[in-house]
């Protein structure tokens, strides 16, 4: 590993200990070195809070390092325009850093390398494309929405070997072992909101929000995470756990179109509705896709249950999964599918993965993997060809 390498290896560290803090911007470290040596390092916090780069100079200064003449590691490219905070650009400029280091550039189109421009017309030598590969993925949620203004969308789902996530009762607690279940809290620190459909509300009374468990600890001030309900027919209990005691911004019931006015009017006077069009009798998922963006979901977090799951690959609008095995076959033809709905035709059409990863939590092993676009897994030419209708019950 190169130094450069080894210098951004420690900003992405920093940026990592952002997580599920700093949405609508995406998590950055910086490193600032001289001679070898860090003379100060910072992250991006929370939005509206300093930028890493800010937040590496002020940390220099707090040790008594002079900046003029030094290298900046940065994980993503120094913003260059007027946002909640000044361009870092200029920061640096004034600063005097002699060199910056970029990992990813930034992925707006409209200020893509512009940046990085500023500084070299400023003097300053640029290096970016470091590590690339590591800082796309810290912020793959925050690249999607920048340029398609849509969430990025995680299904994730906890199962036997064998797929099932319950009993033909509905029996489901608990499938997979306690460090599972911590990881599965990460899972919605990072997520921006968590989204299930109404069955497994009315099944298991679910909260949907991250909790602290043994061997992971939320951070301190962590940002409201929404919750939202697919429930066509507006049959969430308004006595539920996800109701009850919720902010309005918080949870979000998505009814449709033909769903009971009297019902639609009690959830309304305890949470937020989103009235949605429907396609085949169930909730257009891609219209809400584009409300979910326009409201500054980035990342979403699907947790099913298996027929949420299946609407959502048929639709072709899952970018990662990430699924947990526990160590036990249920079998049954009853017994709940953690994928449901009417699958693929042929093997063809199935969504094919790629960079596939796995590790293990006490017994239970965790398989995470980027689904591939339909023209790369089928030769399709459009991800957004219309297919099945989705949504829950």
Known sequence: MSPDERFMARALTLARRARGCTSPNPMVG?????????????????AGGPHAEVEALADAARRGNPVAGA??????????????????????????????????????????????????????????????????????????????????????????????????SGESKWITGPASRAHAHRLRLEAD????????????????????????????????????????????????????GAARQDALVVVGESADPARVAGLESRVGVLRA??????????????????????HLLVE??????????????????????APKVLGGQDSRRAVAGRGFRSLAEAPRLADVESRRFGED?????????????????SPDAPRVAGGSG
């Open 71 to 168: 290298t900046l590691h940065v994980t993503l490219e120094p913003c260059s325009t007027h946002g909640r905070t000044p361009p870092c650009t200029d920061a640096l400029i004034r600063a005097g850093v002699a060199r910056v280091v970029v990992g990813a550039v930034d992925p707006n189109p409209r200020h893509a390398g512009h940046g990085l421009e500023l500084l070299r017309a400023a003097g300053i030598r640029v290096d970016s494309g470091v590590l690339e590969a590591d800082a796309l993925r810290l912020n793959e949620a925050f690249h999607h929405w920048i340029v398609h203004r849509t969430p990025w969308v995680t299904a994730k789902s906890a199962m036997t070997l064998d797929g099932r996530i319950a009993t033909a």
């Open 277 to 298: 069009p429907e396609r085949q009798g169930r909730i257009d998922l891609r219209w809400l896709m584009t409300e979910l963006g326009r409201l500054g979901v980035l």
């Open 304 to 325: 099913g249950g298996g027929t949420v799951l299946a609407s959502f690959f048929e639709d072709r609008l899952v970018h990662r999964t990430a699924f947990f095995y």
């Open 365 to 381: 092993l965790f398989v995470t993997a980027r689904v591939l676009p339909p023209e790369d897994s089928v030769g399709r030419t």
């Open 30 to 46: 910086a490193v600032l070195v001289r001679d070898g040596q860090v003379i100060g390092e910072g992250w991006h916090r929370r």
């Open 193 to 244: 909101a968590v989204l299930v459909g109404v069955e497994t509300v009315l099944a298991d009374d679910p909260e949907l929000t991250p909790r602290s468990q043994p061997g992971f600890r939320l951070p301190a001030g962590l940002p409201a995470k929404r919750r939202i309900v697919l429930d066509t027919r507006a049959r969430t209990p308004t006595g539920c756990r996800l109701v009850v």
